[in-house]
């Protein structure tokens, strides 16, 4: 298998034409798409999938037509968290492959005219990186744990949490260190698992070790950085308590004392500097939760970073009126420090949209995401991809709890009960690994099983069976990529409102309508234009058309 896949790449390699590799301001409106490296592809029949197997696949996303490939963490790591534990930030787990990996996905991606931007966890470290290790042995106070926050604990005897904070991933967010004499010791913060001790960003060598890092991966080739947690690497002074419990539901909605912090944005500052030292535009993309959309715009300020994403979008309902106000509130907000808008839809963190929007079945569920992905491909700015999505993949939610990974389903809170809060304890649905073929023990994603089971019946929805199917999924996204390059229109630039009825979105861009109808009934209105593309089949009725239920079409004008 990896021998047919590696020929059909270097045929892909001379038969594709690259796309310019340069270009300033190619992230305005670019389409970038996330690849979960253990789930794409898998090169060596393991389960798990790796650099080699990625890389062997690029030319599905070549003639899908996006512009990048985001991946995500492939460094050294004992796999905590999926990789978001890192040991080694210039070292490529073995699981995933070697350096030589890397750095053959960087050049064969620019070959075929992709640019690559790789995951920085710059909020936490693995407890297995040197500097952890060298931390625990070192004494309170002293200098090796000056780069991570170690407090004594409250009350008489420290045995409670220096303060009341909760971990993203359910529980306290700190742990208590035990001395070399057996003897408990001070606590240490980690807002995510234990095994990923918090950083302390007002310590110079931290700073200075991260803009290491990112010079080393800039040498090698990346064209830039999605930036894990870009909003909560900064703490407030004295780490103050919150006074309420279910913390992680306030993420996103305020200001926290370990989220959102002002002084975030002078590290971003220095890391824009840094990536401008280098040629070829290469940018840093923040994962920042925001409680508004003005707050998020902070981010993407000229001398900041060049994206955040917009998980306001992400969160929004399916219902016009909401997604409308959503999109006002975040154009605005990104046009006032002259930034695009980054659409995104679903990630590796949340629940697939095809699943989020089925309220009634799955087969609602696969229309309004169909129909969501011409909204969002039809916005002005740029856009994230999830891989699979293209597949109108749902998120697989029988799993077994013996086959499920993600650190957060085992974590309990503080009173006892599961560990759900933040991320819910079951992103491992939205993991599932890829189908490519019709056949297989995991549907071409290697030649053995997958790490997580994938579904019976995920043959329909394989890259092989939708290829050439005018009808796939596949082909919707295929069409829409090909029409947004051709068309100058689309990507950055003006957008304008038009009178639609209540359910309804319309919107002109130059030379283009798109119509959204988010109502569970068809709408009949006059022809826009030239009907380019559309979600589901449109009908046509004396100067009008009907355009079906939880359905999205574009129009040339």
Same mark, same amino acid.
């Given at each position: 298998?990896?021998?047919?896949?590696?020929?059909?790449?270097?045929?892909?390699?001379?038969?594709?034409?690259?796309?310019?590799?340069?270009?300033?301001?190619?992230?305005?409106?670019?389409?970038?798409?996330?690849?979960?490296?253990?789930?794409?592809?898998?090169?060596?029949?393991?389960?798990?999938?790796?650099?080699?197997?990625?890389?062997?696949?690029?030319?599905?996303?070549?003639?899908?037509?996006?512009?990048?490939?985001?991946?995500?963490?492939?460094?050294?790591?004992?796999?905590?968290?999926?990789?978001?534990?890192?040991?080694?930030?210039?070292?490529?787990?073995?699981?995933?492959?070697?350096?030589?990996?890397?750095?053959?996905?960087?050049?064969?991606?620019?070959?075929?005219?992709?640019?690559?931007?790789?995951?920085?966890?710059?909020?936490?470290?693995?407890?297995?990186?040197?500097?952890?290790?060298?931390?625990?042995?070192?004494?309170?106070?002293?200098?090796?744990?000056?780069?991570?926050?170690?407090?004594?604990?409250?009350?008489?005897?420290?045995?409670?949490?220096?303060?009341?904070?909760?971990?993203?991933?359910?529980?306290?967010?700190?742990?208590?260190?035990?001395?070399?004499?057996?003897?408990?010791?001070?606590?240490?913060?980690?807002?995510?698992?234990?095994?990923?001790?918090?950083?302390?960003?007002?310590?110079?060598?931290?700073?200075?070790?991260?803009?290491?890092?990112?010079?080393?991966?800039?040498?090698?080739?990346?064209?830039?950085?999605?930036?894990?947690?870009?909003?909560?690497?900064?703490?407030?002074?004295?780490?103050?308590?919150?006074?309420?419990?279910?913390?992680?539901?306030?993420?996103?909605?305020?200001?926290?004392?370990?989220?959102?912090?002002?002084?975030?944005?002078?590290?971003?500052?220095?890391?824009?500097?840094?990536?401008?030292?280098?040629?070829?535009?290469?940018?840093?993309?923040?994962?920042?939760?925001?409680?508004?959309?003005?707050?998020?715009?902070?981010?993407?300020?000229?001398?900041?970073?060049?994206?955040?994403?917009?998980?306001?979008?992400?969160?929004?309902?399916?219902?016009?009126?909401?997604?409308?106000?959503?999109?006002?509130?975040?154009?605005? $907000?990104?046009? #006032? %420090?002259? +930034?695009? *808008?980054?659409?995104?839809? =679903?990630?590796?963190?949340?629940? !697939?949209?095809?699943?989020?929007?089925?309220?009634?079945?799955?087969?609602?569920?696969?229309?309004?995401?169909?129909?969501?992905?011409?909204?969002?491909?039809?916005?002005?700015?740029?856009?994230?991809?999830?891989?699979?999505?293209?597949?109108?993949?749902?998120?697989?939610?029988?799993?077994?709890?013996?086959?499920?990974?993600?650190?957060?389903?085992?974590?309990?809170?503080?009173?006892?009960?599961?560990?759900?809060?933040?991320?819910?304890?079951?992103?491992?649905?939205?993991?599932?690994?890829?189908?490519?073929?019709?056949?297989?023990?995991?549907?071409?994603?290697?030649?053995?099983?997958?790490?997580?089971?994938?579904?019976?019946?995920? $043959?329909?929805? #394989? %890259?092989? +069976?939708? *290829?050439?199917?005018?009808? =796939?999924?596949?082909?919707?996204? !295929?069409?829409?990529?090909?029409?947004?390059?051709?068309?100058?229109?689309?990507?950055?630039?003006?957008?304008?409102?038009?009178?639609?009825?209540?359910?309804?979105?319309?919107?002109?861009?130059?030379?283009?309508?798109?119509?959204?109808?988010?109502?569970?009934?068809?709408?009949?209105?006059?022809?826009?234009?030239?009907?380019?593309?559309?979600?589901?089949?449109?009908?046509?009725?004396?100067?009008?058309?009907?355009?079906?239920?939880?359905?999205?079409?574009?129009?040339?004008?």
């Amino acid at each position: 298998m990896t021998q047919e896949l590696t020929t059909s790449l270097q045929a892909d390699l001379q038969a594709e034409p690259a796309r310019s590799p340069e270009g300033p301001g190619w992230w305005r409106d670019a389409v970038i798409y996330q690849v979960y490296v253990r789930s794409f592809a898998d090169s060596d029949g393991d389960g798990v999938g790796d650099l080699r197997g990625a890389r062997e696949r690029l030319p599905h996303l070549a003639r899908l037509g996006v512009d990048a490939v985001w991946l995500t963490p492939f460094y050294a790591s004992p796999q905590a968290d999926g990789g978001y534990d890192v040991a080694d930030y210039r070292a490529v787990d073995p699981l995933f492959g070697t350096l030589q990996d890397a750095d053959d996905l960087v050049r064969t991606a620019h070959e075929l005219g992709l640019r690559v931007i790789v995951d920085v966890v710059p909020n936490h470290t693995s407890d297995r990186h040197p500097w952890f290790i060298s931390a625990l042995a070192d004494r309170p106070r002293g200098a090796a744990r000056e780069r991570y926050h170690f407090r004594p604990g409250r009350g008489t005897g420290g045995e409670l949490p220096p303060n009341d904070w909760e971990s993203v991933f359910g529980g306290p967010a700190w742990t208590r260190t035990t001395g070399p004499d057996g003897t408990p010791g001070e606590w240490y913060l980690h807002l995510f698992a234990p095994e990923q001790p918090d950083l302390n960003w007002d310590c110079p060598e931290v700073r200075e070790e991260f803009d290491s890092v990112l010079r080393f991966w800039l040498d090698l080739g990346v064209d830039g950085f999605r930036i894990d947690v870009a909003h909560g690497m900064v703490k407030a002074p004295g780490l103050p308590d919150i006074g309420r419990t279910e913390q992680a539901k306030l993420i996103g909605s305020q200001v926290l004392p370990f989220f959102d912090q002002d002084g975030v944005h002078e590290i971003h500052r220095g890391w824009r500097r840094l990536l401008d030292s280098y040629p070829g535009a290469r940018i840093g993309v923040a994962e920042a939760w925001a409680p508004s959309a003005e707050r998020l715009a902070l981010y993407v300020r000229p001398d900041e970073l060049h994206q955040a994403f917009n998980f306001q979008f992400l969160k929004c309902p399916w219902d016009a009126a909401a997604m409308r106000e959503v999109i006002d509130e975040s154009l605005a $907000a990104t046009a #006032s %420090v002259g +930034a695009p *808008t980054t659409w995104v839809l =679903s990630n590796h963190d949340v629940v !697939r949209h095809t699943t989020r929007y089925a309220a009634e079945s799955p087969g609602q569920g696969l229309r309004r995401a169909r129909a969501a992905a011409l909204l969002t491909l039809a916005l002005p700015g740029s856009a994230y991809l999830y891989q699979g999505e293209e597949l109108g993949l749902p998120e697989v939610v029988d799993l077994p709890d013996e086959a499920r990974q993600d650190p957060a389903f085992f974590r309990t809170s503080a009173d006892g009960q599961d560990g759900q809060d933040g991320q819910e304890g079951r992103r491992d649905g939205c993991r599932v690994p890829l189908p490519w073929s019709r056949s297989g023990p995991s549907y071409g994603f290697g030649a053995g099983d997958s790490w997580l089971p994938q579904p019976e019946g995920w $043959a329909d929805s #394989s %890259v092989e +069976a939708q *290829t050439g199917d005018p009808d =796939s999924t596949l082909e919707l996204y !295929r069409a829409a990529l090909a029409l947004r390059r051709e068309r100058p229109g689309l990507g950055d630039g003006p957008m304008s409102w038009l009178d639609a009825p209540a359910g309804v979105l319309a919107l002109s861009r130059p030379g283009l309508v798109c119509t959204l109808n988010t109502l569970g009934e068809e709408v009949r209105l006059p022809v826009p234009g030239r009907a380019l593309l559309s979600s589901a089949p449109l009908a046509y009725d004396a100067g009008t058309v009907r355009i079906p239920a939880e359905s999205c079409a574009w129009w040339a004008i």
